[in-house]
């Protein structure tokens, strides 16, 4: 406990009767100014300093979590600084002081502890985390390795997929489900593995149900949302979400979603790309986010994640993907290779930036459509 006293009022008034048993320090004005590392310490300053104290007294003070202050009565309120805690006179009970300042001095013990001991605990669990991390990062890289390049044909409809891992915290989720004559296609990005994983929980349900429709859509997207939101509850900082839904109907062709975030749709009909958007999945109606459109004999089609136009817009190519989705002659297999070789030649890591994932289909030439 340190006492700042011109005299040796505080420390007389303490002694007296010995009932206080804490150890005392007493310090004059410039040695408490020039003194380090006593923020930890309870002070005692007599009211006589606090009438005409410099700016750099009342910053020290102020950077202590307990002050008190002796024969105080006569200072006007803007005198207690916003940490003082307890007020005594030469007129109190000296015992009971001694036990109040007693009880402080403890729990100034108590916080310092508590602080070692959190210190402690949070270098542990940033070791774990870091571990944690690493760990993530072999499952990602054991996905994209064992990850299938090619869906299975459907009806007048190629279908291919592509996926690298990324270093970012969080990821991407895509799958594709068919059942009768429809398809339904996920995208997904978010920046917590939580988040993902839960997707990733959501969407299997959604396949045991095996139903796709419109309404089963729109309860997928609202079961995601309410999922974030109430991860978001318990976060000082919200995660960011990207999500992309597509209904394909086999016998028309006619394809219809949700899309918010910034996904791409790029077609050999270049006039047939679009972009996706700003929205937030948490925050925008679902009609905003809603898009129509069909899908035309020997039309290609190629869906990028947001992770994808991230690590693209870095290594910025010279040539436009587009170019290669026009040329019937090369393979769609091989426009997916060449792509991600564009995206991985210059990593060093073996991982991108970002997750990235891509879905190509191409519509048969001949294809009979329903009307």
């Known amino acids: 406990m340190i006492i700042i006293d011109k005299s040796e009022e505080i420390s007389s008034f303490l002694n007296k009767g010995k009932e206080c048993e804490l150890p005392i320090v007493r310090l004059d004005c410039d040695t408490y ?26 910053k020290k003070l102020s950077s202590h979590k307990m002050l008190v202050i002796f024969n105080g009565a006569h200072l006007g309120p803007n005198a207690y600084l916003p940490n003082t805690v307890l007020d005594f006179t030469s007129e109190d009970d000296t015992q009971k002081v001694c036990i109040n300042l007693e ?33 993530l990062l072999r499952v990602k890289r054991a996905y994209e390795i064992n990850a299938p390049k090619r869906f299975q044909d459907l009806k007048n409809i190629k279908l291919l997929s592509k996926y690298a891992a990324g270093e970012s915290v969080g990821g991407e989720f895509f799958d594709i489900l068919k059942s ?17 994983s839960s ?25 995601i949302q309410k999922e974030v939101m109430e991860i978001n509850s318990n976060k000082k900082k919200p995660l960011k979400i990207s999500v992309f839904t597509g209904v394909l109907d086999l016998t028309t062709h006619k394809f219809s979603g949700h899309m ?7 077609s050999s009909d270049q006039k047939r790309s679009f972009n996706g958007n ?9 009609s905003e986010a809603k898009y129509e459109r069909s899908f035309e004999r020997g039309e290609r089609v190629l869906f990028l994640s947001p992770g994808f136009l991230k690590c693209w817009e870095d290594v910025a190519p010279e040539f436009i993907i587009e170019t290669l989705m026009n ?20 990593v060093q890591t073996g991982f991108l930036p970002h997750d990235a994932s891509a879905i190509m289909l191409e519509v048969q030439k001949n294809v009979m459509l329903k009307v």
């Open 278 to 286: 700003k929205l937030d999945l948490l925050k925008d109606q679902f």
């Open 199 to 223: 997707i990733l929980q959501i969407f299997q349900e959604f396949k045991d149900e095996c139903d796709i429709s419109e309404e089963s859509e729109i309860k997928l997207l609202k079961e």
């Open 260 to 266: 918010f975030g910034k996904f791409q749709l790029l």
């Open 103 to 135: 009880r402080l001095e403890g729990c100034l013990k108590e916080s310092m502890v508590l602080k070692s001991q959190l210190l402690t605990m949070n270098k542990e669990l940033s070791e774990v985390l870091g571990n944690v991390e690493t760990e």
């Open 33 to 58: 100014e020039m003194a380090n590392g006593l923020e930890g310490d309870l002070v005692i300053v007599h009211s006589d300093h606090l009438n005409s104290m410099s700016d750099l007294f009342r």
């Open 327 to 346: 040329n019937s002659k090369i393979k769609m297999l091989d426009i997916l290779d060449e792509i991600f070789f564009q995206l991985k030649k210059d």
């Open 180 to 196: 009768s004559n429809k398809v339904f296609f996920l995208m997904s990005e978010t920046s917590s593995y939580l988040a993902s």
